[in-house]
């Protein structure tokens, strides 16, 4: 998903959900939901590439290529994909969490401190 630019990104939201690696753009929703692929902690959903310039875009194809290379990490990355988690009742729990948190560290006087 090479684009320019991307306000929200379910396309590829689309796709990680029925297991299908997304390489993107790091632009708009696009960046908010795809992390890179970081073999070394096995974490990451994706690649992408930060600059709009083909040369980034294969480099970032090359580098799922690779992966692909070894089906074992490359499954651990398709269920990873087909686990994130954008619904809105996420959302919401991050959101409520925050809130908490938040009430806390006033009951606590800390929000005073500063």
Do not use: K
Not at 5 to 10: A, N, Y
Not at 21 to 47: M, R
Not at 84 to 92: P, R, V
């Amino acid at each position: 998903m090479p684009s320019r630019f991307e306000p929200c990104g379910l396309t590829q939201m689309l796709a990680m959900r029925y297991g299908s690696i997304p390489i993107v753009h790091c632009t708009g929703g696009l960046a908010d939901t795809v992390q890179e692929f970081d073999p070394a902690h096995d974490t990451g959903n994706g690649f992408s590439f930060p600059r709009y310039d083909p040369f980034h875009l294969f480099a970032a194809v090359m580098r799922a290529l690779e992966v692909y290379q070894f089906p074992p990490v490359w499954h651990g990355l398709m269920q990873r994909a087909m686990r994130a988690d954008y619904s809105w009742d996420a959302s919401a729990e991050q959101y409520v969490a925050l809130y908490r948190r938040a009430q806390e560290l006033q009951r606590n006087g800390v929000a005073r401190a500063g």
